[in-house]
């Protein structure tokens, strides 16, 4: 069931419930501040991830392009290229990106200092640093199985040779009698209610888990971090979606807070 913080609660989102869509395990530091300003948290897992079957090919792989660039998608893209191999070390000489500050700081505390985006922490955002126009030759890739095309297709066409690494793969959650329990207490919390996704992946599986209330659950308010995710969203059939201004706690957060001191009327998610 949705959990509930003692902290002073802001009184625009005490009251409200929010579905917060997230990787099963996953520490959330946007469920802590969404709980510390009053809401009752539901938390979806929607992804399990799991280290890649062939631990010793991970590892073979990483070896052999250590002066090669770096890009790390998420800090489980870090977490397990690392328990394969845990003498990786990036060349001296290697310039290292990450998605966004928190795949940075998992980097930071292995030792490897990385770039990142200022702003938008997603593909694009990382495609637009003009520090990605200065690449030549290889280019290390560390993802799941079939993410983040978007980012290896656009590298690839700027002529680089991009090798991805599938260190980790994702598999659709488990959900049991407690998971289904947290989204009825969504669904019943309507008109105070909304869920926040920050993921395609994330927001796809979630469809497929809720599929038996998929009706009631794409008339929610849906929070999402990017306009590409929003537009994915739509074609899932959410009629309601609103973009925050970023990826991460505070620019989610504040998109829960804008949308909840708007007000949402009952004839929005009817």
């Known amino acids: 069931m949705p959990t509930h913080s003692d902290a002073t609660h802001d009184p ?7 579905g917060l869509l997230r990787v099963d395990g996953a520490r959330s530091g946007l469920s802590r501040a969404l ?4 809401a009752d948290v539901a938390a979806l897992p929607t992804l399990r991830l799991h280290a890649a079957p062939d ?13 090669a660039s770096w890009v790390f998608v998420s800090p489980a893209a870090v977490r397990y290229a690392w328990r394969a191999w845990p003498q990786l070390a990036p060349a001296g000489d290697s310039v290292v990106f990450a ?47 079939g993410g983040r095309a978007l980012l290896a297709e656009s590298l690839r066409a700027r002529g680089l040779e991009v090798h991805e690494v599938a ?7 488990r959900w049991d009698r407690r998971h289904l329990a947290r989204l009825d207490a969504v669904l019943g919390a309507v008109p105070r209610a909304m869920l926040v ?4 992946e994330s927001l796809g599986a979630f469809a497929g888990l809720a599929r038996h209330a998929l009706r009631e659950v794409t008339r929610l308010p849906l929070i999402v971090s990017s306009a590409r995710l929003a537009a994915h969203a739509g074609s899932l059939g959410f009629a309601d979606v609103h973009v925050a201004a970023g990826a991460t ?6 998109g829960v807070v804008g949308l909840a001191s708007a007000c949402v009327s009952p004839e929005r998610v009817k």
């Open 167 to 173: 260190a980790y793969r994702r598999d659709l959650a």
């Open 197 to 200: 996704a920050s993921s395609a």
């Open 99 to 145: 998605i966004g500050p928190g795949t940075a700081g998992a980097l930071a505390r292995r030792g490897v200092a990385a770039l990142h985006p200022a702003e938008r922490h997603d593909s694009e955002g990382l495609l637009a640093m003009p520090a990605m126009d200065s690449l030549r030759g290889k280019v290390a890739l560390v993802k799941a199985p």
């Open 35 to 38: 709980a510390n300003a009053g």
């Open 55 to 67: 631990a010793v090919a991970v590892r073979e792989q990483l070896a052999s392009l250590v002066d």
């Open 249 to 254: 706690t505070s620019p989610l957060l504040a």
């Open 12 to 18: 625009l989102l005490t009251g409200w419930t929010i």
